[in-house]
Nanobody, 120 residues
């Protein structure tokens, strides 16, 4: 059974930092793209960041470029999202996702989400 389990969410003040983790299990994720989406209250889910399994390709939403960094640890089957200089508008549920190709469509697998709240 494939599982993506997120952790690391919480409450932080504006300008602070958080690191989200996504632990993948249940299959081999070699050559899978992995990344993060988020959904704020009353809004649609949106793409945040993506990394190729080899780590040689990353992509970010414009709204987080320069503040968020995605990375991976293949040995641990884990993907991270380092979030710096957080803003109240970053408040959302953050979801980990994995896909055999990329995250531009409907990813093959989703996590359950972790909540991030940024206070002003």
């Amino acid at each position: 059974q494939v599982q993506l389990v997120e952790s690391g969410g919480g409450l932080v003040q504006s300008g602070g930092s958080l690191r989200l983790s996504c632990a993948a299990s249940g299959r081999t994720f070699s050559n899978y793209a992995m990344g993060w989406f988020r959904q704020a209250p009353g809004k649609e889910r949106e793409f945040v960041a993506e990394i190729s399994w080899s780590g040689d390709r990353t992509d970010y939403a414009e709204s987080v470029k320069g503040r968020f960094t995605i990375s991976g640890d293949n040995a641990k089957n884990t993907v991270y999202l380092q979030m710096n200089r957080l803003k109240p508008e970053d408040t959302a549920d953050y979801y980990c996702a994995a896909d055999r190709l990329n995250l531009s469509g409907d990813p093959d697998y989703w996590g359950q989400g972790t909540q991030v709240t940024v206070s002003s």
